[in-house]
């Protein structure tokens, strides 16, 4: 199956907003064994978008949009869709439903324009949107497929994982199964320089890594006649990577280090408390995100002073005198300072320079130090970025972290 | 000036590459009044390629495109660029000379496939690349003009920058202005109503809204012969808007709402410290990620558990008891209690119910409360989020807290 992906909004045009979404579609549709052909982006403008829906038609079996599905006048992607597929749009009462409680929930007024979000195409597969007031659908006409999704990210990912996928494979006749492996501390070229082997000339399974932020993801997939054959050549294949990789692999289910690290602490009733000075919190509210997380997470405290520091960890003037605070031994002093005043099993302190000002030739921005305890098990880490971005600094610290916690986790024994 | 962008790269189809080079050319040449009316993206597809090009040209009288101008075999960007535009590549001397140099320079051998970065089109004019091997040019045709960048941000940016964009400058007559107005506290849809008698029939300056995680943006351009014009334009209208919505509006220069509150507290030489219970660190996070934010952000508690509450910011039991933990009681002794142990001008607390469990018909998932201090003045604002998602609740709270922050600083007087 051929595929088109139309994004539609002036927004990205304008250079305002990264077409995320034809990132996220691409690899997913390129794990349901559907090549991407295209990517089209085109603003508000219905006589472009036509012009380009009849184009990607005529090279693609099936062309998604994503976009241009708001309440406002300049939102017209279902209007031009029913145009150039014929069709037309009428009042689908399951949607309206939804939309009237939508706003009935929220107390908040619904607005005329609202009522144009519960128009579908009248022949189409209607998507529910459990994230947002648009939508989604697919029609088909002439032996082609047209899917319109809304565009926000955090609408269209669902919307395409629990309803427009299955909806795609049911029409395919063979299964796919592939799983989304996670590391940490390898960069992406690296993970692919090291299961070259494994990589060239395979066919099926197929291994493709993605980088994100300080992480390198893995996904391998299989396409069989059946879901357990497929099931069986991902987890084969999976063995192998093992042994190529597996210091560096944390997940094999796409879990994510705080969540990884959340349900490991709930399972097996650790408490956690977190001291940041340069991560400011991050740790903290990456493990509060977890639901459920409050029968174990106790306590955060985020010293950003010196002051901070030594009221709230004990922390000594003259360890911050001698060594400064970001040292070893102001790490250690943080963690060992927040066991004793929360008796948390779990406990981290993160100590560092963030950037991007701030460093010194000793102590460059980059440099961080993260101490770790697990009862009485303690260790501090020094981590040496090479990076100025405060940002990118602040994450990779963060998994680096939650690595080690992990490691602990695993080490402890029952 | 009509123009599309045309990237040019199979990793883009994978999704395993966003194009960010589209999302810099679009923000660059619309500021330079050039309006971008289409990306297109293809792979390395010598076929697919010379479709696109053509279809762009009959549109736009600029295709810029990124990418496939490497040394490999699959890169065919200029060769396809040549047969559409009738034109044929030919050894560009200075180009070969560039070479030669750069691989000298670097002690490594020049391969025989690199010397292809040394074609040009004949009529075309060469921009250098200071940062890679593969030159770009501009080559123009019956009033058409396409122009050949190389692919990685690195080597495209400072080309645009340096080269594309002189060249550009001396054949525009029209100047961009554009301004983007932050709102909070109002949905996009009834931010388009309230403007609708300023957005309807309006040709220039164009007002368009955006919706971001629980804030509403809108964008004000104007085009006109100088940029003072165009300037003066986008000002006035900004004042029209201001009648309409002034309320909700926090930033007329695309502000975020911590780069807000993070300066005014660094100008103002105001210390803030934080107590959150359901947002678990992420006002501290947010806040700390703000660069120089070290000078007045003092700390930040993150107190889970009622034992915590207790402990750090000396919250009474008996408040617990009686009222609950999600409570405007609790909420103000949280934030008095943060006062008086750390003395920081600027408090905040949070205190509620993110989700999705934990939720009473009395206290549902969605109950906030934020307790604001600046020196003396306190309030504690309810929040009802009407919404079960644990993370929209956690990010929305975060930027209301932001925004009463926001208010408090600005009436506090001088």
């Not at 045009?13 to 089209?40: C, E, K, P, R």
């Not at 708001?70 to 399951?94: F, N, R, Y």
């Not at 949607?95 to 609202?114: A, G, V, Y």
């Not at 943080?334 to 102590?363: H, N, Y």
Request: hydrophobic share 35%; with cysteine; glycine share 8%.
């Amino acid at each position: 199956m051929k595929c088109a992906i139309v994004a539609v909004g002036t927004e990205l045009l304008f250079g305002h907003t990264v077409n995320t979404d034809a990132v996220f579609l691409s690899q997913q549709l390129n794990l349901m064994g559907i090549d991407v052909l295209y990517h089209y982006t085109v603003g508000d403008n219905p006589g472009r978008l036509s012009e380009i829906l009849k184009l990607a038609l005529s090279d693609c079996d099936l062309v998604i949009t994503t976009g241009g599905t708001g309440p406002t006048q300049d939102d017209l992607t279902k209007e031009v869709i029913c145009e150039v597929m014929g069709d037309a749009l009428v009042e689908d009462s399951h949607s309206m439903e939804r939309l009237i409680r939508h706003f009935e929930r929220r107390q908040r007024p619904m607005t005329e324009n609202n009522l144009k979000q519960a128009m579908m195409p009248s022949k189409a597969v209607v998507f529910d949107n459990d994230n947002g007031t648009a939508p989604g659908f697919a029609l088909e006409s002439n032996g082609k497929i047209v899917i319109c999704l809304p565009g926000p990210p955090n609408e269209l990912n669902p919307m395409f994982e629990d309803s427009v996928k299955p909806w795609l494979m049911n029409r395919s006749s063979e299964a796919l199964y592939y799983r989304t492996i996670r590391t940490f501390g390898i960069g992406e070229s690296m993970l692919e320089t090291k299961l070259l082997p494994l990589i060239d000339g395979q066919t099926d399974p197929t291994l493709a890594t993605y980088a994100k932020m300080g992480e390198a993801t893995l996904r391998i997939a299989s396409k069989r006649s059946t879901e357990e054959e497929a099931r069986k050549a991902v987890e084969d294949m999976i063995k192998r990577v093992y042994e190529y990789v597996g210091d560096y692999i944390y997940s094999t289910d796409d879990e994510s280090l705080p969540e990884l690290v959340g349900r490991k602490l709930i399972e097996k009733n650790l408490t956690m408390s977190t001291a940041e000075s340069c991560t400011g919190g991050m740790i903290a509210a990456r493990m509060t995100d977890i639901s459920g997380i409050s029968a174990v997470f106790e306590r955060g405290i985020v010293t950003y002073s010196n002051g901070a520091k030594m009221d709230e960890l004990g922390v000594s003037g003259e360890t911050l005198e001698r060594y400064g605070a970001v040292s070893p031994q102001t790490a250690e002093e943080m963690v060992r300072g927040l066991q004793k005043k929360t008796g948390s099993r779990v406990c981290v302190s993160v100590t560092g320079i963030a950037g991007p000002g701030g460093g010194t030739p000793e102590k460059p921005v980059g440099l961080i130090y993260v101490g770790v305890m697990l009862d009485e098990r303690m260790e501090v880490f020094e981590l040496r970025t090479n990076n100025t971005k405060r940002q990118w600094n602040r994450n990779y610290t963060v998994l680096f972290a939650l690595d080690k916690i992990n490691r602990f986790i695993d080490e402890m024994g029952e």
